[in-house]
């Protein structure tokens, strides 16, 4: 197959995704679960696939990026780690690297330290509202098997622009939280296993893209691209969005501004951690966990510190100081014990964990009934 020409001329000054691109571009985002599919959907598809693809995966900050070399095993299309200002090329797989964001600019990819999204970087979402907000109509957003829900919001941003969103199967997919809640929160245009995904991106690559679907780009979307390319959130007016809650980041304490994409809400604070609801959610009762665990280690220390006082003041010859010592810290142990339960009867919460409880709920009522 010929190499296409990637871009027509033209300029976007107006502000409006109504320019011809004469190739579509894919961005696709996954996390726990998604590492066999990435290989499946690559293995599956033509060496001279000309569509440029672009992937976030989530990892751990300090592990080294294995997937290119994988996915370079599995077909001959040129898949790396992506570098900043890169220039995108068809026929090519470009990677989001470990602890950096993965943005797409004009015929560029950017590689940016920016805050984290949803508590990860590289995140789903900048890339596919960056994408979004460049191509419009030209983007394919595809969403595989990972916990949570990051990329919906992305996935929301793909859709509103005129681009095409699918999801795996949440039946297919190992962990299928991140597909299922695209679906509730975006009307998807296709909802397929990972099977039926390669062919799936070779016909629509093929077909001609609409140029019917105009949209302005909203201050809001620039503004939180801005932010992920490592811009201030704070010069860039972040408090200046909806309103600001009575909710705290809970990577740096921040105040948390409220933003809405149709029925999907989230939140980002002045520095520029952004969260979904259910994200924010997680991570706060993971924080009741730890400031309970806390209080469990101060509270043995100063039961320590009491009774090794006491022995002290025994030795020095004052038994009845060493008796208030010695009581209180019986008090404090018993006292201590109130926030052991507490810590031990703590939930970590979710939506999916809290969808699954009504589920348990309603199929031990059907059982009931039976």
């Not at 597909?179 to 093929?206: F, H, I, K, T, W």
Request: include cysteine.
């Amino acid at each position: 197959m010929a190499q296409k020409e990637f871009l027509k001329e033209g300029s976007n000054k107006t502000g409006s995704n109504t320019l011809e691109w004469n190739q579509r571009i894919i961005v696709i985002g996954a996390s726990a679960g998604g590492f066999e599919a990435f290989k499946k959907i690559i293995r599956a598809l033509p060496a001279d696939f000309q569509t440029p693809i672009f992937i976030v995966w989530h990892m751990a900050p300090d592990i080294r990026g294995i997937l290119p070399q994988v996915l370079n095993k599995e077909n001959s299309i040129p898949a790396a780690n992506a570098y900043d200002n890169e220039e995108i090329k068809p026929n090519r797989i470009y990677i989001a690297p470990p602890d950096y964001h993965l943005l797409i600019e004009r015929g560029k990819v950017r590689i940016t330290h920016g805050p984290k999204e949803n508590r990860f970087r590289p995140a789903v979402d900048p890339l596919f509202r960056s994408a979004a907000y460049e191509y419009g109509s030209s983007v394919i957003g595809v969403i595989l098997s990972g916990a949570l829900d990051d990329g919906s919001a992305g996935l929301w941003a793909v859709k509103h622009y005129g681009g095409i969103a699918i999801v795996q199967n949440p039946m297919d997919a190992e962990v299928p939280s991140m597909p299922e809640n695209a679906m509730r929160q975006v009307n998807v245009d296709y909802c397929v296993g990972v099977s039926e995904l390669p062919a799936l991106l070779v016909r629509l690559s093929n077909e001609k893209i609409s140029q019917t679907h105009t949209v302005m780009n909203d201050e809001q979307t620039k503004k939180e691209i801005e932010i992920a390319a490592q811009h201030r959130a704070m010069k860039r007016g972040i408090l200046n969005f909806k309103e600001l809650t009575p909710f705290t980041c809970p990577e740096c304490h921040g105040v948390l501004s409220r933003l809405q994409n149709d029925k999907i809400v989230r939140y980002r604070c002045h520095t520029g951690h952004a969260y979904s609801a259910d994200t924010l959610l997680l991570a706060l009762t993971e924080k009741i966990e730890d400031g309970l665990y806390n209080a469990i280690r101060g509270m043995d220390e100063s039961v320590m510190l009491l009774n090794y006082l006491g022995d002290h003041y025994s030795e020095a010859n004052e038994p009845g100081l060493a008796g208030v010592y010695f009581k209180k810290a019986k008090e404090a142990d018993d006292r201590s014990q109130l926030v052991r339960d507490a810590a031990m009867a703590h939930e970590q919460l979710s939506n999916t964990s809290l969808r699954d409880g009504v589920k348990s709920e309603e199929e031990l009522k059907e059982e009931i009934k039976k």
